[in-house]
């Protein structure tokens, strides 16, 4: 389980683009972040990742302060997985070096055995294991990415927009993996999504963020089914 309680945090002293950011994901939930462009859904991910130090309030782990932890020993020590939106895979490396890149401080056998299981739960990369990530389709990329960022067996996984820039269909083949590693390995995963709807779809809760707050919460299937909250948050489509 995590806790932001109160996350006030920024890019410089001056400005706080998270103010007083107050929210939970409990074990094996999928929790989604929406919210307009600017609102500062990306920011809280970099926060809880540990790009960003909050200057005010704590997130917490399984019971532990990680609030002021840097990145490598929230990824090693902590069980963090980071996704981000853009640049998560080294195109020039093959699938399998992508993978040794998420696990490099495991060791080699552990490494070995954790590529065979990811390769069973997406077989898109055990078939393209030997080729360069370059040669993947935008959706093939995103699994890619996802399963770097699981290969160390994270607790909790941050995804920055799985869906950016996929097609209708794709999206919802990256949605479905992002389920089944859900079901299968009981990670928390909290996401970041502009398709609203259909993050809500596989989603059990989320929060509606707006100027650095939280506006709105509740169950996804609750904020489908409100047609005010439809309209007001969520773009006006019918669910
Ligand atoms: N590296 C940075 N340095 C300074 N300001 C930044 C930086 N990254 C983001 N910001 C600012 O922080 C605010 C929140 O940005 P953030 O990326 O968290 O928003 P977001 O809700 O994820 O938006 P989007 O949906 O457009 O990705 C914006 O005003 C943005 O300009």
Known sequence: MIIIDHVV?????E???LKGMTLKAEHAEIVTLLGPNGCGKSTLL???AGFLKPREGSITLQGKDVSALPVHHKIRHCGIGFVPQTENV?????????????????PERD??????????????????FNAPAASMSGGERQILA?????????????????????????????????????????VTILMVE?????????SDRAYVLSMGTVALTGRADELMSDSQVRELYLGGRAA
Not at 111 to 127: D, G, H, I, N, S
């Open 111 to 128: 490494a070995r055995a954790r590529m065979e299981e990811l390769c069973e739960l997406y077989p898109v990369l055990k078939l393209k």
């Open 194 to 202: 502009q398709n609203a709807m259909e993050a809500l779809r596989i």
């Open 46 to 48: 970099k926060t809880i």
């Open 9 to 13: 945090a920024g890019y410089s002293a």
């Open 90 to 106: 080294f195109s020039a490396l093959t699938v399998r070096e992508n993978l040794q890149v998420g696990g490099h401080y495991l």
């Open 15 to 17: 400005v706080d683009i």
């Open 146 to 186: 996802l399963a770097r960022a699981l290969m160390p067996r994270p607790g909790l996984l941050l995804l920055d927009e799985p869906s950016a820039g996929l097609s209708p269909k794709v999206l919802l083949e990256v949605f479905d993996a992002i389920r089944e590693v859900r079901a299968k390995e009981q």
